[in-house]
């Protein structure tokens, strides 16, 4: 805020922010991982009556992914932002998108939950529309309609789970809830819940929005968008499903269903599509599909598979969305019919890049291939062959719209583009900001090959994640234990 | 009471998605502001009406001796008013710069983003 019209001071703070920013949630990160979950209080206001805050293992990995996400972006964004943009502080409400969402990771509170949801879409609502082109503005409106709408439908059914059990604090709705004797009207809330966050999700028959508005912004935004903002949905979904609503057959067999759409639908979305930005908003459709699927199935297999998607998935779909942004600087447009002959200009690129594409593919061993091993291996278990064909199939239109992807924009001939005069090519920029764009790349794609090299360490994470995931007694205990013996 | 409030929250939201659902940019707005209402009095109605009741405990007991108006729905609904006072707000700008830069309030009409490009 005091530097609201010195760019480069708000650069500087940003990528120092970041840094900082990783640096704390690693050390959080492994002292939860040798000390188990801790909670906050509040106020010192004991549980259930004040506001939770819960870092489970489950809570930091996804508050660790963000600081990674977030890292890269800021630095992404230093240098690919036009200034006009950075002028009307880009920055301070980037971090605030960023405040929101490892605020909604940890708390255990679900109208808090709420509350940074809010934080997150207005944030949001912002950097869509910073800039006002004309397709950003439709798209936001779209984008703010149906978010709008979800946060409503979760606001219902926050009333309702109230009115129904008198509490708000996740760990004591876990409790009351499997007291309830109206099991329709528990029933009714949970799908409530599944819709407000299948709408932010961007899950089956909800996904409109999104494909409508995640190309308009510049690729900066769309990065975060499409690395985090659906995954806080996501997050949402199976934090209420194994929590609160556990173990009811209707409600897993519709996420069933549910997924293994999203992933026909998301999947045949991407290959009609022409721009390089919507064929990843369509990946990003069908990828969710995946995660849900692994909840839906709700063995500690699945959602261990669940786990190791979701944090494989941050990561490459930031680094694309970012890699979308490059290409577009590089050649000047981002239709993939008028792209072509990458390869042959910028040959070292096009082998970076080729990382973070095929790692979406999951082609052993790279990281998308592993956790399609869990998920597989617990739709066996379950007897659930309709969910092993989507897994599949959705395996396979990846397969070939990405191959499709490098044959258009690596390998064919260029078709024509019309130079554009007042254009900032990549070409035309110094070596600084080159490195700008490129040094994200690299740091996130190096993060992929780890998942994917790796996946032992990943694997060995995901396992106890699902394991406190499925046993919600030890979030309770966790919740009300410190509340016994306050330090 | 509570059948009166039901009533009207019952209203409220239907009149919201209907207006939500139709082709105006205006009555987008609108329809946002009557569901928003809605889902408050819900809020309040479920927290379970209580006349003249206040959370207070009376001094020469340390419990609450009979029922009393619970006051979370209120801190709740004192929140989401707020929260959804400023997402109104933005949603009017928002419209306002959309109608001025698109040059039509017709959502129907509003396709730039689907369009092959």
Redesign the interface.
């Known amino acids: 805020m005091f530097f609201w019209y010195r760019i480069n001071a708000q650069r500087i703070i940003s990528i120092l922010g970041s840094i900082l920013h990783l640096g704390l949630t690693i050390y959080v990160f492994s002292f939860i991982w040798n000390n188990g979950t801790q909670t906050l209080q509040a106020g010192s206001w004991e549980a259930p009556f004040g506001i939770t805050f819960v870092a489970d293992s489950f809570s930091i990995t996804l508050v660790l992914l963000t600081a990674i996400a977030g890292l890269a972006v800021s630095i992404f964004s230093a240098s690919s932002m036009i200034p006009d943009r950075l002028r009307f502080g880009y920055f301070p409400i980037f971090h605030f998108l960023l405040l929101g969402l490892n605020g909604a990771f940890l708390t255990g509170d679900i109208?808090n939950l709420?509350?940074w949801f809010?934080i997150i879409?207005?944030s949001s609502?912002v950097l869509i529309?910073l800039g006002?082109?004309?397709?950003q503005?439709?798209?936001?409106?779209?984008y703010?309609?149906l978010n709008?709408?979800a946060?409503?439908i979760f606001?219902?059914a926050?009333?309702?789970l109230?009115?129904l059990t008198?509490s708000?604090n996740m760990a004591d709705l876990a409790i009351k809830v499997a007291e309830v004797e109206n099991r329709a009207l528990v029933q009714i809330t949970a799908v409530l819940f599944l819709i407000g966050f299948g709408i932010k999700a961007a899950v089956f028959p909800l996904y409109f929005w999104l494909p409508?508005?995640y190309?308009?912004p510049p690729s900066a935004v769309s990065a975060i968008f499409g690395g985090l903002l659906t995954k806080v949905g996501v997050y949402a979904l199976i934090r209420v499903f194994t929590l609160i609503f556990v173990g009811d057959a209707f409600l897993d067999e519709l996420l069933l269903v549910i997924a293994i759409l999203t992933l026909f639908s998301g999947g045949v979305g991407a290959l009609i599509q022409?721009?390089v930005k919507k064929v990843f908003s369509y990946l990003i459709i069908c990828h969710i599909g995946y995660m849900i699927l692994g909840l839906g199935m709700f063995t500690e297999v699945a959602i261990a598979g669940t786990i190791f998607y979701l944090i494989h998935d941050i990561i490459v779909k930031t680094n694309l969305f970012m890699v979308s942004g490059l290409i577009y600087r590089i050649k000047g447009s981002?239709?993939m019919r008028a792209l072509g002959g990458f390869y042959s200009d910028y040959p070292k690129l096009s082998l970076l890049i080729f990382i973070p594409l095929f790692s979406l593919v999951g082609i052993p061993p790279l990281s998308g291939f592993w956790p399609k091993i869990s998920l597989i291996t617990a739709s066996f278990n379950t007897e659930s062959y309709w969910g092993l064909a989507a897994i599949i199939f959705a395996s396979f239109i990846t397969l070939v719209v990405i191959a499709k992807l490098w044959a258009e924009v690596f390998w064919k001939n260029p078709g024509e583009i019309r130079k554009r005069i007042k254009f900032d090519y990549f070409h035309k920029m110094g070596k600084y900001r080159k490195l700008g764009f490129v040094a994200p790349i690299v740091f996130l794609s190096f993060v992929s090959l780890y998942i994917g090299f790796g996946a032992e360490n990943i694997q060995i994470l995901s396992s106890r994640v699902a394991q406190e995931l499925m046993d919600n007694q030890l979030y309770i205990d966790a919740v009300f234990n410190n509340v016994q013996n306050p330090e | 009471m509570e059948i009166l409030f039901a009533i009207i929250i019952g209203v409220l939201y239907a009149a919201g998605i209907y207006m939500i659902l139709r082709r105006s940019l205006v009555k987008l707005i609108i329809g946002i502001i009557l569901l928003g209402n809605g889902a408050n009095l819900l809020i309040f109605l479920l927290g379970r009406i209580t006349e003249g009741a206040p959370p207070i405990i009376p001094e020469e007991s340390k419990v609450f001796l009979e029922a009393y108006a619970d006051p979370v729905p209120q801190a709740l609904i004192l929140t989401a008013i707020v929260i959804s006072f400023g997402l109104q707000s933005f949603a009017i700008i928002l419209v306002k710069r959309a109608h001025k830069v698109v040059k039509t309030d017709d959502l129907d009409e509003m396709n730039a983003t689907d369009e092959d490009s």
């Open positions: 109208f709420y509350v809010e879409i207005i609502f529309t006002g082109e004309k397709a503005l439709e798209g936001a409106v779209k703010f309609t709008f709408l946060s409503m606001l219902t926050i009333a309702v109230y009115g008198g708000l409508a508005s190309h308009t022409n721009n981002s239709s």
